[in-house]
């Protein structure tokens, strides 16, 4: 069951830290965060959280109020919408000055600009807020739910290979795997990448009608989302036996992530770590080597969201600690030809490293 208690007393330590009336939630990810509420994606708002010192109010859509309310018993409920001809905004308002409300912070890459201008017309100061951020520490509840999520994608991942034949289309896979996973009860937590041969030399490649043929590289990234939270793993395998060169590459690439957990495993005894001195432990490993740097992040936090907030690259200012839970997820791409990449989710807990992903990485040739 979700505990919103400690979702607020972090919210409202942000809160007092700026020295704010109350803060405004918008975004989906954090209304799940404090409600436990498995808002869906959409543009439309379904609800607006105000977190203040006297507890939380809810202005929301009457067609959510009681499931709500099954999960946030104590909040105060505004019930806006057509049939009772309030906005939210007017909601809002009329709670804040019910509260005498006047300093707000808001999530800053969130809120729309015709929110922000109603909210400040009403005289309200807005501050913007990176209010995200407190999603980055994990509690052991929250890893418990990303580690059972990847333990759903481990399972699902020997059964697709068993799909995988001579013709089948990428396309055909992706919707074999992502009716694997709603038979599990979860939904995908990003699009599925499926990507043959070359294919997989584009990192985030769209599947398409391309057909799985003789020696190529089959390369998939997917992950699912359990009881809110996500999971995210991409494993390579080869269909009859590839060129040594890509053989060579694969087994390079799994020592680099190797590389990266081990760092990770060898400096867990401290209180911090910068993340992208993760990033350049298999980075630098690859390209001395002489394999092209990745055009991406070694990783990225993952949660609620899929990609949840930091990332592990050259350029991240992050600094890790206990509690982060995020990807480890080194790429070999060889434009034209073939690529590879090998992800695993991965959390630092008060027991040291634990690497969530458990499915098999062995250099994998699946019979023609």
């Not at 809810?58 to 309310?69: A, K, N």
């Not at 804040?96 to 890459?109: A, F, K, N, P, T």
């Not at 790429?331 to 634990?354: C, H, K, N, Q």
């Amino acid at each position: 069951m979700h505990d919103a208690s400690v979702a607020y007393s972090r919210l409202d330590a942000l809160r007092n830290e700026h020295a704010l009336d109350a803060l405004i939630l918008s975004s989906r990810a954090m209304r799940i965060y404090l409600s436990g509420y498995p808002f869906v994606h959409t543009p439309d708002r379904e609800a607006f959280f105000l977190v203040h010192k006297h507890g939380i109010s809810c202005v929301v859509s009457p067609l959510l109020q009681d499931e709500l309310h099954k999960r946030l018993h104590h909040a105060t409920y505004i019930t806006v919408g057509s049939t009772q001809r309030l906005s939210f905004m007017d909601g809002l308002r009329m709670e804040c000055d019910r509260l005498s409300i006047r300093q707000i912070g808001y999530e800053s890459d969130n809120l729309l600009a015709q929110e922000y201008l109603a909210l400040t017309s009403y005289g309200y100061v807005l501050k913007p807020l990176p209010i995200a951020q407190i999603r980055d520490q994990k509690t052991p509840e929250e890893i418990g739910r990303i580690r059972a999520a990847c333990r759903i994608t481990d399972r699902i991942y020997p059964d697709i290979l068993r799909e995988l034949h001579e013709g089948i289309t990428e396309k055909r896979v992706v919707f074999l795997l992502e009716q694997m996973m709603r038979s599990n009860g979860c939904e995908p937590s990003f699009p599925s990448i499926i990507a043959f041969g070359k294919n997989a030399a584009i990192p985030h490649h769209i599947p398409d009608d391309t057909q799985l043929r003789k020696g190529d590289g089959v390369l998939m990234d997917f992950g699912l989302i359990y009881e809110d939270y996500c999971s995210d793993m991409s494993r390579c395998i080869f269909f009859g036996t590839p060129a040594q060169p890509q053989a060579d590459a694969y087994m390079s690439l799994l020592k680099a992530q190797q590389h990266a957990i081990t760092y990770l495993e060898d400096n867990s005894h401290q209180s911090s770590l910068p993340g992208k001195l993760v990033d350049q432990s298999a980075r630098q490993y690859l390209t001395e080597l002489k394999y092209p740097s990745y055009p991406h992040s070694l990783g990225h936090s993952i949660g609620i969201e899929v990609h949840d907030g930091f990332r592990l690259s050259p350029a991240s200012d992050f600094t890790l600690t206990r509690g982060c839970v995020f990807s480890v997820e080194p790429g070999i791409y060889i434009s034209g030809e073939y690529g590879l990449r090998i992800e695993d989710i991965v959390a630092w807990t008060d027991d040291g490293i634990e690497v969530l992903s458990q499915a098999s990485k062995e250099l994998t040739f699946l019979p023609v």
